[in-house]
């Protein structure tokens, strides 16, 4: 049994396999349920792309748990800079596959934008479930192919708009990915991403009712 936590914006807590995953830790958003006294144990620490609101807080989680970094290379050197051991930070890049801890990790695009290398979005895989974490992007139709080598339990959306797709776009992407369940995430954490959640819902069961849709509440978790 594994469980996906949302923390807010684009940030999760997740357990496969018994291990702890946090991606895009960014604690001090306005919509978190905990701080970051709360956190004491983690495995794995994944970052999609450097902006404030995904970079968050990952180093601090890292340096206080022990957990290692995962991110495009050049955001691990920053990390490495700002004090997470060189054998804490794990670099990827587009279309890399790690085993780190027993938990696949697979780097997929996302397309938008940051200073530091590339954005990125995560497939993680364990043997009890598989899931795509989007990270910040428009569309992408590469996501056919690779859910084709990599079938996607559960996929983590962002339905915000003006700086990732918005529930339309991401209705559609949900009907590309064809996972089992899809989670709305990055949206309502400020003014300019307010969107409605029942919209993206009402979206996906009109072209893929199949498809299992469940709106968490920052705080909430979703069992597997
Ligand atoms: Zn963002």
Redo the contacts with the bound molecule.
């Keep these: 049994m594994g469980y996906i936590k949302w923390l807010g914006h684009?940030a999760f807590e997740i357990e496969i396999d018994g291990k702890i995953l946090y991606i895009d830790p960014w604690i001090t958003n306005p919509m978190s349920p905990v701080k970051l006294a709360d956190i004491s144990r983690a495995d794995l620490v994944l970052v999609t792309h450097d902006?404030d609101?995904?970079l968050g807080e990952a180093i601090d989680v890292v340096k206080k748990t022990g957990a290692k970094f995962i991110s495009v290379y050049e955001l691990t050197q920053y990390a490495i800079s700002q004090g997470v051991p060189e054998d804490k930070a794990i670099a990827m890049n587009i279309g890399g596959v790690m085993v780190v801890d027993g938990i696949e990790v697979i780097m997929v695009p996302a397309h938008h934008s940051c200073t530091r290398g590339t954005p990125c979005g995560f497939i993680v895989r364990g043997k009890e479930c598989s899931v795509y974490h989007a990270g910040?992007t428009g569309i992408v139709h590469e996501m056919s192919i690779i859910r084709e080598l990599y079938p996607i339990d559960i996929a983590l959306l962002p339905i915000g708009s003006v700086?990732?797709m918005d529930p339309r776009q991401a209705a559609k992407f949900t009907e590309i990915l064809r996972p089992k369940v899809v989670i709305p995430m990055?949206y309502n954490t400020f003014p300019v991403i307010r969107q409605d959640p029942e919209l993206f819902k009402r979206l996906v069961k009109e072209k893929v009712p199949e498809v299992e849709v469940v709106i968490l509440k920052p705080g909430e978790v979703y069992r597997f």
């Design positions: 684009a902006h609101d995904h910040d700086f990732t990055h």
